[in-house]
């Protein structure tokens, strides 16, 4: 036994070694050569790396080599991109993450990469909801009502997000360009802070991700869902608008997450971990697990995927600009 393992360890690193000595093109004929690195910009437990992990497994049996998942969580996923914008583009080394390190934190401030030059997207993998709430200290009306009431109290409204330059502060800078309205807001560090003070009516209105607890609050009547950043109503909540439908389409923000890869990778590799990846999202049992975390399998072509990353970063960038947002 122990001779055959030998055997098939030096089996393992003569094919390494001969793939690294080829040019791409050659390489990408015998991708993959090697395991593959799945790093996530998220840690362990929370909804991305366990839909990372699924996929990792999937993708791992389609592929024939082991898909190994590295957590590297940090600086709101910009430490994971730049591992793998520092990586070799052979295919081998790939991030899962959302597109805010790509299309968000770049007008920000200064990053150790860049976002449009040193990563290339890979493969859609789907997209987190955000909820617009009414907290207790709301007690009644729907959207056109809360814009209403900014517009004859301006600035008396408090709109809470998890933070400066987030997704949901994005969302309401958006609005009240779009809207002419004042809405005060307020930023929290995270979400957990933010669910607590909303429960008790600290703030009247809130942005946030949507997930089987806010769900919960929503339906036991401790929150009160007015409308959701989608690209359509959530089946859980039918009689929710998306900001779209209410006029609001340029503010219709969600979440969106795929898998990235450091610029220079062969197209037949990106085409073919595309194709994979769009066919493990098909699978009925990846699709149940993602409806069950509040999330909507997004599968694209490289070229639909692309075109979308490109078309959030000039979007955000222009709110950025206007809005002067600052990061925490």
């Known amino acids: 036994m122990t001779h055959r393992v030998s055997r098939l360890g030096r089996r393992t690193w003569l094919t390494t070694a001969l793939c690294s000595a080829l040019p791409l093109w050659a390489q990408s004929l015998a991708w993959p050569g090697k395991p593959i690195k799945l790093i996530v910009a998220y840690p362990p437990g929370g909804v991305s790396d366990t839909v990372a992990r699924a996929l990792a497994e999937q993708l791992s049996a389609r592929l024939g080599v082991p898909v190994l998942v590295d ?71 729907d959207f056109k009502a809360l814009l209403a009431r900014a517009r004859q109290q301006p600035d008396a409204l408090r709109w809470a997000t998890s933070g400066s330059g987030s997704l949901g502060h994005l969302m309401l800078e958006n609005i009240r360009s779009s809207a002419q309205v004042r809405i005060t807001h307020v930023p929290y560090k995270g979400g957990g802070q933010q669910i607590t003070d909303a429960l008790s009516g600290q703030f009247e209105v809130l942005s946030t991700n949507a997930s089987g607890v806010v769900l919960q609050h929503i339906k036991e009547g401790r929150l009160r869902a007015l409308a959701v950043g989608a690209a359509a ?76 990353v490109s078309s959030e970063y000039r979007h955000m960038g222009a709110i950025v600009r206007e809005a002067k947002i600052q990061a925490d």
């Not at 037949?268 to 493990?280: F, P």
């Open 71 to 141: 957590n590297r969580a940090g600086a709101g996923g910009s430490l994971a991109v730049n591992v793998v914008a520092k990586s070799a583009p052979d295919g081998h080394t790939l991030v899962f993450t959302a597109l805010s390190p790509l299309t968000l934190s770049p007008h920000l401030g200064s990053l150790p990469y860049d976002a449009m030059k040193d990563i290339m997207p890979v493969a859609s993998v789907m997209y987190s909801p955000v909820l617009i709430a009414a907290t207790p200290a709301l007690a009644q009306g």
């Open 233 to 308: 109503r959530l089946d859980a909540l039918p009689g929710v608008p998306t900001l779209s439908e209410l006029g609001f389409a340029s503010a219709n923000f969600s979440s969106r997450f795929g898998i990235f890869a450091p610029t220079g990778v062969p197209g037949t590799i990106v085409e073919k971990l595309n194709a994979q990846v769009n066919a493990v999202l098909a699978l009925p049992a990846l699709r149940e697990r993602l409806l069950a975390a509040e999330c909507v399998a997004a599968p694209a072509t490289v070229a639909e995927f692309a075109k979308g």
